[in-house]
């Protein structure tokens, strides 16, 4: 959208959204900012309650895959296929630092503490998770023992533990800070696509490949139970599909899960037009929110 002004002929407005697919969005702690990565390799800010782009990121050379704001909503981070994870400053809209591997690999989730100290991204090709300082820039640890892809982070609300979820069906429990103690595997039956801590730090929820939420109380490292959303997220049958909406796999799990800010409800969403909210305590779904009202057959 352009808006030009004919007698100097020169535009007042520009507002252009992502060239390709959008890969990953952020809310700010606050609530005034929405950021999101795309697959034109572009981190776009938006004013929530505008909703007007007010800044576009250009410095990475690849695919957006995950983003992130600070505590104080003064920093956007995002993590790249490109190898890089930036921190961009948005009171003087710069990139000022800029974080990288000793090899080139490719990073696909993201996590900073809640202190805005520690940044953590994970990577699809050698299933590592690198950590490094916000202050400095540089490296602090390398965390391996991943077999497979990692699919998402997640610190503790206290900031002393970092989750990572997998393709190779565990969730792994990293105490950031004392690396001597053992790290807490989770085993599930499938694979995990995303991880989200409660606020109060006490519980974990991970997503599995089958369209199953698995709940794990953290100090016991024990499973608390589990909701069955497959059929709640399964959504239409695309133009090009060669089989029917109830025979196709694809788009029945959760690849993004968030808890209510009191805990008490789960939201889930992945590759189809519904999002979903559940009650943690009875497992029930609460709502079913349709994200797309196309009637079109791919819609």
């Not at 109830?246 to 008490?264: E, I, P, Q, R, V």
């Not at 969403?269 to 029930?284: A, E, Q």
């Amino acid at each position: 959208l352009l808006v030009w002004e004919w007698k100097s002929e020169t535009y007042v407005l520009k507002q252009q959204g992502h060239f390709y697919d959008m890969a990953c969005i952020a809310y700010a702690g606050d609530g005034q900012y929405v950021a999101t990565g795309g697959d034109d390799a572009k981190l776009k800010v938006w004013n929530a309650l505008t909703g007007y782009c007010f800044i576009t990121f250009t410095e990475h050379t690849s695919a957006v895959t995950a983003v992130h704001f600070t505590k104080g909503s003064q920093v956007v981070l995002s993590a790249s296929l490109d190898g890089t994870v930036r921190a961009y400053d948005l009171v003087r809209y710069r990139n000022f630092r800029i974080f990288t591997s000793p090899t080139p690999v490719q990073f696909n989730s993201l996590a900073v503490d809640p202190s805005g100290e520690i940044v953590c991204a994970g990577c699809q090709d050698t299933f590592e998770i690198y950590m490094w300082s916000m202050q400095t820039g540089k490296l602090l640890d390398v965390l391996s023992g991943h077999e497979g892809p990692i699919s998402g982070l997640a610190f503790r609300p206290d900031g002393l533990s970092l989750a990572s979820s997998s393709w190779d069906k565990t969730v792994r429990v990293w105490d950031v800070f004392d690396r001597s103690k053992i790290v807490e595997r989770l085993e599930h039956n499938n694979e995990v696509l995303a991880i989200a801590y409660r606020p109060d730090g006490k519980e974990l929820c991970a997503a599995t490949l089958d369209g199953q939420i698995h709940f794990w109380d953290v100090l016991k490292a024990a499973p608390t139970g589990s909701i069955e959303g497959r059929r709640d997220i399964a959504g239409g049958r695309k133009a090009q599909d060669k089989r029917t909406a109830a025979n196709n796999s694809s788009g029945k799990c959760f690849n993004s899960l968030c808890y209510s800010a009191d805990g008490t409800a789960v939201l889930g969403g992945g590759n189809s037009k519904y999002v979903c909210l559940y009650d943690r305590r009875s497992g029930i779904l609460l709502r079913k929110f349709q994200v797309s009202k196309n009637q079109s057959l791919d819609g």
